[in-house]
Each structure stands twice: as C-alpha cells, then as structure tokens.
C-alpha cells in the first residue's frame, strides 16, 4: 500500500486518536494505530515500522511516544498536540468516571470484574501481538534483521541482561549493518 496523497489535518489526526484510544483501552494502542493508519492509507507499514521502532526506543509512555510521532510526521507540530491530546483525552476520562464510582467503596473488586479483567488482558495481548508481528516482519526483512532480532531476544529473554547495554549493542550493530555504502 502506498500512502494517501492528502496531509490529514490535526482535527482528523485527533478524531483517529480518540477512536484509537477508545478501541485500545486495556491496552494495544499501537496495534489499533497501525490499523487506523494503514485503512486510512496515511502511512506505509514500513513508515509504521520506523515510527512505531522509534517511539518504543524514546523514554516515556509508548501510546503518547507513537501519537506524538505520528502526528509530527503527518501534520506537524500541531498534528503532534493533536494527536497527544486525543490520545490521551478518552483514557483520562474514563479514569475520572471510574475514581468516581469506587469512590468511598472498600477497593475490592467485584468477582465478575475480576473475570471480565483477566479476559481483556488475555484480548489485550493479542492485540499487543497484531502491533508487533508486523514490526518483526519488517524487521526481518532488512539485512542483518533475523539476527538482531535473534540475539536481542537471546539477551533479553533467554539471558535477562540490562536492556540500556543490549539496546546500545544492536543499535551499534544495526548502525554498521547499514552504514552508507561508497559507490564504485
């Protein structure tokens, strides 16, 4: 899929936000964002990838990180406000009503909310998973990808090293995988 010929303004990049957020309460907004952009055609997945790779990669919460890259990417400085602020606006209020009911109770949950919330967390990796098999294919096909993503999990998973030394290795290594190359 190539991307759109039309910009989308800051409004629709909020309206996509919201509906995202919206879509991605209990988690799995990357995942609902890659969909929204892709069915709107305002992203490749490859630019997806790249966004997606770089939002996880910068300090703070992931969800604000992928808004505000991809609204800055899109539509700008403002296309960033936007999107940060409609991705942000649905969870902070459904956050308010739920402070508000269980205000004053004694703090447990009901049984049936706790069934319902460990359904939604086996639902939300699922989605979580949706985001990220597309960044491992796209990862995969670059050179040198099956590797770094071998031994990256093979640190992470398998060996449970630090995650700042492991990152600072295979971006050293990825940065010499594709280091410009001098023509003839």
Do not use: Y
Request: proline share 7%; aromatic share 4%; glycine share 14%.
């Amino acid at each position: 899929m190539t991307p759109s010929e039309t910009t989308p303004t800051p409004l629709a990049l909020a309206r996509m936000f919201v509906g995202v957020a919206l879509a991605g309460i209990g988690g799995g907004l990357p995942a609902h964002t890659r969909r929204a952009l892709l069915a709107r055609g305002w992203m490749t997945e490859e630019g997806f990838a790249e966004t997606f790779t770089l939002a996880q990669l910068t300090p703070g919460p992931n969800a604000v990180n992928l808004a505000a890259m991809v609204g800055a990417r899109l539509s700008g400085r403002l296309g960033a406000l936007a999107s940060v602020l409609g991705v942000l606006t649905p969870g902070l209020l459904v956050m308010l009503a739920v402070s508000v009911l269980t205000l004053g109770g004694t703090g447990d949950l009901s049984p049936t909310l706790q069934s319902a919330l460990r359904g939604a967390a086996c639902a939300a990796l699922a989605v979580l998973l949706t985001a990220a098999l597309p960044v491992v294919r796209v990862g995969w096909g670059v050179r040198g990808g099956p590797a770094v993503v071998g031994l990256t999990f093979l640190a992470l998973g398998v060996l449970r090293l630090d995650l700042l030394p492991v990152l600072l290795a295979m971006v050293g290594a990825g940065l010499l995988l594709h280091r410009p190359r001098r023509s003839g």
